[in-house]
């Protein structure tokens, strides 16, 4: 049943399950398997040793070795998810074995057609992606201590060793850190559906809502610190010539101007056309759409035709939570903004300014992991070069637009509230200036 039936006056409160999120570990997999059933083993034999294939130059031809298996034999969503996982290493250190030269045209059947209707079933995209990489390969050391930094692993590995795992955890980290935003989050469109509720003139209910609201912003926005603090952590371990030349490379997606494969690459047994798919990327993470939907940062078209198309790598259930929740009548920022609440305005623009943070994080990120080592490696000035993503983005225009526009989003909020008190502030002179005319008038009668 839908959580989110619209009575035409309110939505119901949200019901994360429904969604397939947790309160505990966010959009993460909770509790991922690490094996498939035995028939399942030669997937798991390649998956756990792409790293060293990858480095030996030995994955191509295990992988024409490798047996067509019957994916139909998977049953529900945790071996699903594994065996998207296996099947999309496999696919992605095939192709970006060798770099970009010698790049194959065709992925063999055996990985093809299962990750293919794999990727069907759970409404994702048949490339390895952040669903896989930043959601699913991810495990505990010790499994009864912390989600922490020192206490995750992933369970398989591209190469780069210590320092591509540490990407991973940064990246398992951050998401993690997002659980913390969604109880505030079901709670502020809670709030904000019994806001519209109340009588105009109940203001002792709406004060007393207000100050709830205030609180719930408090919680989202500490885990939005909470993100952005994980982020700075990506400098302890991982030097920027690994992430650029060694981890990167097989975030390549297949089709697209400028790559090894413009016009994609053939699933054998799938399709005889090739097939065009962006690589994986952070903008497929649910975060911080949900984060921009619900604190109402507005896009470009442009821009939002890119969050949509990011959108298309998300599960089936997180797309669904984000559509639902632009969906919804009730609008925080409609509410900040009409309320001239002095506390609550505070409250909103400090959580914008953490995603500010968390963008201005990430672009110092992008800018020592990519921008730099491109500018090494190219001996041009890092300006000048047309970047892309490997999510397909023109990157610097995109990330620096994004972060714009939550700063717009911040004054927004205060403009209206100084708007709001000039205006006030106008009308009690002129309403001050009639009655100090009419006294004197009356004065002047008598
Ligand atoms: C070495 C570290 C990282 C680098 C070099 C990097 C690079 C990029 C690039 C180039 C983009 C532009 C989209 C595209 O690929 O076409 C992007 C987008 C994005 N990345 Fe990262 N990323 C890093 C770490 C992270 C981490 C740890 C997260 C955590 C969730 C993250 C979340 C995002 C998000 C949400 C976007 C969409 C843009 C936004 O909403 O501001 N990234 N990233």
Redesign the pocket.
């Known amino acids: 049943m839908s959580s989110m039936i619209h009575d035409g006056l309110a939505d119901l409160k949200i019901d994360l399950n429904y969604y397939h999120v947790s309160n505990k570990t966010g959009f993460m997999l909770d509790h991922p398997l690490t094996e498939l059933p035995a028939y399942f083993k030669p997937w798991e034999n390649i998956a756990s040793s792409v790293a060293s294939l990858i480095e030996r130059r030995e994955l191509r031809n295990v992988v024409l070795k490798m047996p067509l298996l019957d994916h139909n034999k998977l049953t529900g969503h945790r071996q699903l998810r594994l065996a998207h996982l296996q099947l999309a290493m496999i696919a992605s250190g095939y192709v970006w074995q060798d770099g970009d030269v010698n790049v194959p045209k065709v992925l063999p059947k055996s990985v093809a057609v299962p990750l293919y209707y794999i990727s069907q079933h759970l409404g994702i995209q048949p490339i390895l992606s952040n669903v896989d990489l930043?959601l699913a390969n991810w495990n505990l050391v010790d499994h009864k201590g912390p989600m922490d930094f020192d206490n995750l692993a992933c369970i398989y590995h591209l190469p780069g060793g210590a320092e591509s795992d540490w990407?991973f955890i940064?990246?398992f980290m951050?998401?993690y850190n997002f659980a913390k935003c969604l109880e505030p989050m079901v709670n502020i469109l809670e709030v904000l559906d019994n806001y519209q509720k109340l009588p105009v003139g109940d203001v002792t209910q709406r004060d007393r809502i207000v100050d709830r609201l205030v609180k719930q912003l408090d919680g989202l926005l500490a885990g939005i610190l909470d993100?952005q603090y994980?982020?700075t952590r990506?400098h302890d371990k991982?030097a920027g010539e690994t992430?650029y030349k060694v981890i990167r490379p097989f975030f390549g997606g297949w089709g697209g101007e400028g790559g090894p494969m413009p016009d994609g690459l053939v699933y054998e047994g799938v399709s005889e056309n090739p097939l065009k798919f962006c690589g994986n990327?952070?903008?497929q993470?649910s975060?911080?759409?949900l984060l921009?939907t619900l604190l109402c940062v507005e896009h470009d078209q442009e821009k939002r035709d890119t969050i949509l198309l990011m959108r298309m790598y998300m599960p089936t259930a997180h797309k669904r939570l984000i559509e639902d929740i632009e969906n919804r009548k009730h609008k925080l920022r409609h509410l900040v903004t009409s309320s001239h609440v002095d506390s609550l305005t505070e409250a909103y623009n400090k959580s914008l300014s953490a995603v500010v943070k968390f963008?201005t994080g990430?672009l110092q990120?992008?800018t020592k992991?990519?921008l730099m080592p491109a500018r090494k490696l190219t001996q041009d000035n890092v300006e000048n070069l047309d970047l892309?993503?490997?999510?397909?983005?023109n990157?610097m225009p995109?990330?620096k637009g994004?972060?714009q526009d939550t700063l717009d989003a911040t004054t927004f909020a205060q403009r209206r509230n100084t708007y709001f008190g000039l205006t006030f502030g106008v009308l009690v002179a002129v309403a001050a200036s009639v009655a100090v005319g009419l006294v004197v008038r009356l004065v002047a009668k008598k």
């Open positions: 930043a990407f940064v990246n951050a998401e993100m994980s982020l990506m991982l992430f990327t952070g903008a993470s975060t911080l759409q921009d963008r990430h990120l992008v992991y990519v892309k993503g490997t999510g397909g983005t990157l995109f990330l994004l972060k």
